[in-house]
């Protein structure tokens, strides 16, 4: 062949309703403009800025020099899920079995194989939004309908249980809940678990609990999942995981707590997709789960620390208004009284102020007047960042 063909890439349509988190393309522009000697606080990117226990990464690296280095069982090792059904079944007031539970390759695979698995074209799924935009992305990538649920400022960013109750039809097939929140740090109290229970009532509607912040709630609150509310351990799909808690995100693991049969479905999925989590992270989870857990304390009482001074600064700058968060690592302040749209004003912190922020409109439409900043960086990064944000509001409002 003398000329090179050239051969135009015909993806599938659903590609084109694929969504993303903007989150690393910001990290992506940000970095760019590091390379050209400039300064950027990093305020952009959900993870823990701590290292991973170092019990944990003991584990780990004895696990690979003891031969954890080939294929394992494609739902998890038996003695992680066992550790996981008996942590899941304490935390949740539940009776949780190892069949039960579903060891994947971070939180996000659990969002994947739920809506894979139960949402056919023109199935409804309700949805927080702002939220986490994988689950408005997956739905829209399966051709399922993507039915918001608006968080409510007002409401600490909870959500007002009728209004879910009113979007519940017969074409519902799945509800998802966060709590604590991305991007808001809101959460949902027991009494409003209770009621979305009862808005559900003996519809057979799943739901979603994504539980992955549970060990970081503030000021002495709770957690409370809809896995405990009597009646709903059958219908519920409890994910959970490692990333946040014990500041593992890059070992990619996490889990789904579901009845049996269901979670057979999921191994399925596992076996045709990953074939199984990395064996040797999975030794260190079970370190993770039954060790020490100071550091978990540790990370929290950190959290709690930055995020009272960052919000407290931010309520002293000229346009922002900041509601205190009681869970998760995030911030999420109002910017309506600034006069300028959240995506712009991302562009124009992260240009001209040196602050990643991401913009609300990340999270969905609801997040339009909203900028999410990630606490999770040092307390003195977190100064300098507040101290930017006033200099270039004092200069450009
Ligand atoms: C609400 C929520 N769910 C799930 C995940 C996914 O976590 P993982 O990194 O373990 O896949 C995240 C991560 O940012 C999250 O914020």
């Not at 960013?157 to 809940?177: C, G, H, N, P, Y």
């Not at 409890?238 to 946040?244: A, N, P, Q, R, T």
């Amino acid at each position: 062949m003398s000329k090179a063909v050239q051969y135009e890439l015909q993806l599938a349509r659903r590609m084109s309703r694929l969504g993303t988190e903007t989150a690393f393309e910001v990290l992506n522009r940000a970095r760019a403009l590091e390379r050209q000697g400039r300064s950027i606080i990093h305020l952009e990117i959900g993870e823990p800025d701590f290292d991973t226990p170092a019990n944990v990464i003991e584990a780990g690296v004895n696990a690979m020099r003891s031969g954890w280095t080939h294929y394992g069982p494609a739902a998890g090792q038996p003695e992680l899920r066992q550790a996981l059904a008996e942590y899941v079944s304490r935390t949740r007031s539940v009776k949780v079995t190892p069949d039960e539970v579903v060891v994947v390759p971070g939180g996000k695979p659990i969002i994947f194989f739920t809506i894979l698995s139960f949402i056919d074209e023109g199935d409804e799924v309700i949805y927080p939004n702002p939220g986490f935009p994988i689950y408005e992305s997956m739905i829209n990538y399966v051709g399922g309908r993507a039915v918001p649920i608006r968080l409510r400022e007002d409401r600490d960013f909870s959500l007002d249980v009728d209004e879910l109750a009113s979007l519940i039809t017969d074409r519902t097939k799945l509800i998802i809940l966060n709590s604590p929140q991305n991007p808001t740090g809101g959460i949902l109290s027991r009494r409003d678990i209770e009621r979305i229970a009862s808005a559900i009532g003996e519809r057979n509607i799943m739901v979603l609990a994504d539980e992955i912040y549970s060990r970081l709630l503030f000021d002495g609150e709770q957690h409370f999942s809809i896995m405990s509310v009597p009646g709903m351990q059958e219908r519920t799909i409890l994910l959970d995981g490692f990333s946040k808690t014990y500041a593992m995100t890059g070992w990619r693991m996490g889990y789904g707590v579901m009845r049996a049969d269901l979670a057979a479905q999921f191994t399925r999925l596992m076996t045709n997709s990953n074939s199984c989590t990395a064996s040797f992270t999975q030794v260190a989870g079970v370190e993770a789960i039954r060790g020490d857990q100071s550091s978990v304390e540790h990370m929290r009482d950190q959290f709690q620390k930055r995020r009272d001074v960052f919000v407290a600064g931010l309520n002293k700058i000229k346009g922002f208004s900041c509601r205190m968060p009681k869970g998760a690592f995030y911030v999420f302040p109002n910017i309506t009284q600034t006069g300028w749209k959240s995506k712009r004003l991302e562009e124009a912190l992260l240009n001209e102020a040196g602050v990643a922020a991401l913009s609300g409109t990340s999270f969905g439409a609801f997040g339009e007047g909203y900028l999410r900043f990630s606490v999770a960086n040092s307390l003195e990064n977190l100064q300098e960042a507040l101290h930017r944000l006033d200099q270039w509001t004092k200069k450009n409002l």
